[in-house]
């Protein structure tokens, strides 16, 4: 059996990965001309870290993942309102989750798939035609190639879906508001090794986290009503958080050096069904839950698992594996899209008494005996 997967992001890297453990052979077409890395910081727990425990990648991932000794919460001017120590940190996210950067994951995809699957950088996609015994896919070097399974895990802007499912704005819900991150190649003094920063003002949220080995992420977080057409990541960025002070100068600098940024609107993406004949999509191209729920590197490798137990336990049925794979995985795409939907309201509060009010759960959390009562109730489950 052969899949031709769009894509070699989490969700494409994961499906070859598991692909290859039931004995398929894959062929990855990536439309960037070599891999990414760095990225930004996830919360990688729930159904991807059950995934990657089955997959044999955890202990990799484990590996590269981070603690965070110290999330400090901040004044527009700098002065700090409140921390989370690393112990309320370890408590509020429980033990079967980890910290780490989206590029790490990848890499640690990428080294076990590499020599079990063919990668083409470079590539993408430009047309499909299928019947009831094959899907052949014209890709942009001229090729067309044959397969049982073309898995379209192109992310939040797939061609794979604009090819087959129809236009983009027919699946995008607009959660109103943009997100600019990439890595800084030098730590603001004031944030210390290993801790993140953070503030929020004004439909404002702005980050800086060191990894605690040398590298640091920059990430901002805001209401689309600050934004004007047309602007570029830098230029947009200066005009939204130029009034604020702290380490906000320092890692707007940054981005002038930065490799590459990361600067999308946030939005979910709302699929009724995520196939079509031998056509599946997968990760953010199908249900792009925003990182409001910050869930969705966990259901790319969760949703590439349990594709996998499914097409193998259907032998050779493909329609009858994406079906029942579908059926399982909806509820939890389902509570996670809803959840996000609930965060965008508080995520970036307009008013202080709504940063207060949204800040109070985790002040608490900074206090020794609710942070002894989380822990008792994730050590007991
Ligand atoms: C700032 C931020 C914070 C986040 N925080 C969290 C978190 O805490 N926890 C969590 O679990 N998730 C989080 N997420 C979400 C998570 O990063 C994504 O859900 C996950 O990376 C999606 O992976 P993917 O492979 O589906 O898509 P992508 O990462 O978008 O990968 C798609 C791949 O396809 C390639 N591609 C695109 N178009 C084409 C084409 N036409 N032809 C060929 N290749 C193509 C791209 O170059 C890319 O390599 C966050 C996201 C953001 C932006």
């Not at 004031?190 to 993140?196: E, L, Q, V, Y």
């Not at 490799?259 to 009724?272: G, H, N």
């Not at 969705?296 to 049925?317: I, K, M």
Request: net charge positive; aromatic share 8%.
């Amino acid at each position: 059996m052969r899949a031709v997967i769009i894509g070699a992001g989490i969700a494409g890297l994961a499906a070859a990965l598991r692909l290859s453990q039931i004995g398929w052979d894959s062929l990855i077409i990536e439309r960037a001309p070599q891999r990414r890395s760095g990225g930004y910081a996830v919360t990688f727990g729930g159904i991807g870290y059950d995934a990657a425990e089955r997959m044999g990648i955890l202990p990799d991932l484990v590996k590269r993942s981070f603690v965070t000794e110290e999330l400090v919460y901040h004044r527009p001017d700098g002065r700090r309102r409140f921390s989370l120590t690393r112990e309320t940190i370890v408590a509020t996210t429980g033990p079967r989750s980890m910290t780490i950067l989206r590029g790490d994951i990848e890499t640690v995809l990428y080294e076990r798939v590499h020599d079990r699957a063919e990668i083409r950088f470079g590539t993408t996609i430009t047309a499909v035609d299928q019947d009831a015994h094959a899907v052949r896919v014209t890709l942009s070097d001229g090729t067309v190639e044959q397969a049982d399974l073309l898995i379209g895990a192109d992310g939040l802007h797939s061609a794979t879906r604009a090819l087959l499912f129809g236009p983009e704005r027919d699946f995008l819900l607009d959660m109103e508001h943009k997100v600019a991150v990439y890595m800084l190649d030098k730590r603001p003094a004031a944030i210390a090794p290993g801790t993140t920063g953070t503030l929020s003002s004004g439909g404002r949220t702005a980050a800086v986290i060191s990894v605690g080995d040398g590298r640091n992420v920059a990430f901002f977080g805001y209401r689309t009503a600050h934004t004007a057409p047309g602007e570029d990541a830098a230029t947009q960025l200066r005009r939204v958080y130029g009034d604020l002070g702290w380490v906000i100068p320092e890692a707007l600098d940054g981005l002038g050096r930065a490799d590459s940024v990361y600067f999308d609107t946030i939005s979910q993406v709302v699929a009724p069904t995520w196939s079509r004949g031998r056509v599946v999509l997968l990760g953010d191209a199908a249900w792009c839950v925003t990182l409001f729920a910050g869930y969705g590197s966990a259901l790319a490798v969760g949703g590439a698992d349990r594709l996998g137990t499914e097409l193998e336990r259907h032998q050779g049925d493909v329609g009858a594996a994406l079906a029942a794979w579908e059926s399982a995985l909806r509820p939890e795409v389902d509570k996670k899209q809803k959840l996000g939907r609930r965060v965008k309201g508080v995520y970036a509060p307009a008013n202080p008494l709504l940063l207060w009010l949204t800040q109070l759960p985790l002040r608490l959390a900074a206090l020794p005996p609710v942070r002894r009562y989380m822990t008792r109730r994730f050590i007991k489950g």
